[in-house]
């Protein structure tokens, strides 16, 4: 099957229209491209309950900081297409900077709290630009599902609460964290690891793995875990851990102690100039 591409929101708008009037139901998967099969679960995991599936791809502005790797984030469009043509994704939606953010655009979608601590720490602003392109991306497409990766916990969770809290009438789902067969979370940013630094960044899901499992058996208090890990992934080569945390995983409220609710151990650390981020849950999900 060869994918439709839409660049413009009016020609999304009248197709969505088109389907719905059709009584079909339409699942998107909102990406920044440089497609790998991270994003091509998402596309299966969203296929097998909707009737027609839009991809977009956008590297949002918005979302990287001054000093992030906006202009140097892979983009690889031909590659992308042959991917969902080989996927049978019905429609690719990718629109340009201008398309997005006309001239005079000064609106800025928030949420609070959740967005305040863990990746935000690092990366101020992020957050908003996520959420505010997010909140685009539904309205110009008014899926009736949208499907998040749990790769990007913190992410799916503050979007979850964002269509919630903004009554969009989408329903948010939470794809499968995928990993490539060495066990690193994959991601479009891990072109950027050399062989040596990928050896180290085997050691997030390492660790993570052997804290989980710490972590249950209670073999020492908590934040004893997380101070040891992290000084054994600073020992291995990593040249910054930007957090390693417990936090419940409905509210992401912080764990010190003692876990009583559905938990996982998430984690941002920096391998030569790549921010690798990751998460596994502690007690089901
Ligand atoms: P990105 O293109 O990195 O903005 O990611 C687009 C979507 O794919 C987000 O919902 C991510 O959470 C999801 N995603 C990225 N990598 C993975 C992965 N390894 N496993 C599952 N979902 C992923």
């Given at each position: 099957m060869t994918v439709q591409i839409i660049r413009s929101k009016k020609e999304l708008r009248a197709k969505i229209k088109q389907w719905h009037m059709q009584s079909l139901v339409v699942g998107m998967i909102p990406t920044m491209g440089a497609l790998h099969h991270g994003h091509m679960s998402l596309v299966k995991e969203t296929q097998t309950l909707v009737d027609k599936t839009v991809v977009s791809i956008f590297v949002n502005?918005?979302?990287?900081?001054?000093?992030?790797d906006f202009s140097k984030y892979p983009r690889q469009e031909s590659l992308d297409i042959e991917k969902l043509n080989a996927a049978n994704v019905d429609l690719l939606y990718a629109p340009n900077v201008e398309e997005m953010y006309p001239d005079g655009f000064l609106t800025n979608v928030s949420v609070t709290k959740i967005t305040e601590e863990l990746c935000a720490k690092s990366r101020p602003g992020h957050f908003d630009g996520v959420t505010t392109v997010v909140t685009k991306l539904l309205l110009q497409c008014l899926p009736d599902i949208v499907i998040f990766g749990e790769k990007d916990f913190q992410q799916y969770t503050v979007l979850k609460k964002m269509v919630k809290d903004l009554d969009i009438p989408t329903k948010v789902l939470k794809g499968k964290l995928i990993r490539d067969e060495d066990g690193l979370?994959?991601?479009?940013?891990?072109?950027?690891?050399?062989p040596e630094e990928r050896q180290i960044a085997l050691e997030i899901p390492k660790t993570l793995k052997k804290l989980t499992e710490d972590i249950k058996n209670n073999i020492l208090p908590l934040q004893q875990l997380l101070n040891n890990a992290t000084q054994y992934l600073l020992n291995c080569?990593?040249?910054?851990?930007?957090y390693l945390e417990v936090r419940?995983?409905?509210?992401l409220n912080s764990v010190t102690?003692?876990?009583?609710?559905p938990s996982r151990i998430l984690i941002a650390a920096v391998v030569g100039k790549t921010r690798l981020i990751d998460n596994m849950p502690i007690n089901s999900q």
């Open positions: 502005p918005k979302q990287f900081g001054p000093n992030e979370a994959t991601s479009s940013r891990n072109i950027y690891l050399s080569g990593f040249k910054e851990v930007q419940e995983s409905e509210s102690e003692k876990i009583t609710v």
